[in-house]
């Protein structure tokens, strides 16, 4: 299936016009090819911006941000990484913990799990 084309149009400022034939000469591209590659940066900035911030909120999974950014799983750890976000938090550290505990069925586990939630309440 093939999609089709759509024409968007902007209006710029002769200031925004100079800028773009500019970075058009220096980039040694066609301005209408320029405007698409800013554009899809663009897009592509947001999505990811919005992906790492429902993921911070806990709207989705690490999996569901880095598909909507259209990114690998391992970039999207990366970014998240670079922007100091916590990617597995505490609790969710020790309920792991506490399952790993009960699947392998080792109370010693589930007992350092126990006081790691204790030191880290106080």
Wanted: glycine residues 4%; aromatic residues 4%; hydrophobic residues 40%.
């Amino acid at each position: 299936m093939t999609m089709q084309a759509v024409t968007k149009t902007i209006r710029l400022s002769p200031t925004e016009e100079m800028a773009l034939e500019q970075i058009s000469r220096e980039e040694h591209l066609p301005a209408s090819t320029l405007l698409k590659k800013l554009v899809l940066d663009g897009l592509a900035r947001r999505r990811l911006e919005w992906a790492c911030a429902a993921y911070q909120r806990g709207e989705l999974t690490l999996n569901s941000a880095a598909r909507y950014a259209d990114i690998s799983i391992y970039e999207m750890l990366d970014e998240l990484k670079r922007r100091g976000t916590e990617i597995v938090s505490p609790t969710q550290f020790l309920d792991g913990l506490d399952d790993l505990a009960d699947l392998f069925d080792m109370p010693e586990l589930r007992a350092v799990a126990g006081e790691l939630r204790t030191s880290a309440a106080t």
